[in-house]
């Protein structure tokens, strides 16, 4: 990791008003300067100077082996705020109105507006200026050079008081994640557990219906048997009757055959008879 100074020097104020005294923070995650609470003075309609006004910031970068580019450990944005003064009371100014001027003190404040901004991006090993414009969300802008150095460390400058900070950082966010673990296994339990108790609520419900449908089949089967039994009886009786009925049909044949047989024998005896008659009565006629 590397350790940065940021330093913005303001130039222009535009949407701010000379009549008013303002002040810049400029915080980079827990490291915040304050600059002086300043008048700005007029230099068009809508532009403001803060002539030689200072704020700073110094950071700690983690540098990417991939990109070789710079970046915050933990992705914190710094920000950019605008304050104004409420009150003027207990306040000096050092210099007349047509300057910029210095506000001794001032106890109440009002913010006027921000910008968050990625300050890794102007990070760099040389030191270097860059033109920056930050247009805040009051519909102000603040125009001036951003410039960055590097802070070599000392021998008496070992940052062992970031390194404890970092451990506590990394340690509040191991326990974090802990706890989101934790609730995330409890939430998975509660979950298994719900589910766990509709597959043993489907696997009853289904049980009760497999004892329905069961029970629906064994009374089925029963009335096959029955059926079953009425159906034999009933082919039984059925064969029974045809039986009787061929043996009925056979006695009427036979009873057919012996009247056949009674006609002829009668129609014989009528011939005969008639044949006898008819022979006596030639006897006769010849006599």
Not at 4 to 11: I, K
Not at 246 to 273: C, W
Request: proline fraction near 1%; aromatic fraction near 6%.
């Amino acid at each position: 990791s590397h350790r940065f100074r940021f330093t913005l020097r303001v130039e222009q104020l535009t949407g701010a008003s000379t009549s008013k005294t303002y002040c810049l923070k400029f915080i980079q995650g827990d490291s915040e300067q304050v600059g002086p609470y300043s008048k700005p003075a007029a230099t068009s309609s809508s532009t403001t100077t803060l002539k030689d006004y200072l704020v700073s910031a110094d950071t700690t970068l983690a540098r990417v082996d991939a990109t070789r580019r710079f970046e915050h450990p933990k992705g914190t944005l710094a920000v950019l705020r605008l304050y104004q003064a409420k009150s003027s009371s207990g306040c000096s100014s050092s210099s007349s109105s047509s300057s910029s001027s210095t506000v001794a003190a001032v106890k109440h404040e009002q913010l006027v507006g921000k910008q968050h901004f990625n300050i890794a991006e102007y990070a760099s090993l040389e030191p270097k200026s860059f033109r920056v414009r930050f247009e805040l969300t009051s519909n102000v802008t603040v125009i001036g050079t951003l410039s960055c150095v590097e802070l070599k460390s000392t021998a008496g400058d070992d940052h062992s008081g970031e390194v404890v900070h970092a451990l506590k950082e990394k340690l509040k966010h191991a326990n974090a994640k802990a706890e989101w673990a934790a609730d995330a296994v409890e939430r998975g339990e509660k979950k298994r557990k719900a589910e766990v108790s509709a597959v043993e609520e489907r696997l009853k419900s289904t049980e009760r219906k497999l004892e329905e449908s069961k029970k629906y089949g064994d009374d089925m089967l029963q009335t096959y048997r029955e059926l079953r039994e009425m159906y034999e009886k009933i082919r039984e009786e059925y064969a029974g009757l045809a039986e009787e009925n061929e043996n009925v049909k056979k006695e009427n044949r036979e009873l057919d055959e012996l009247k056949r047989h009674e006609q002829e024998r009668s129609v014989e005896k009528n011939k005969e008879l008639v044949i006898a008659a008819v022979g006596a009565s030639a006897a006769e006629v010849k006599q």
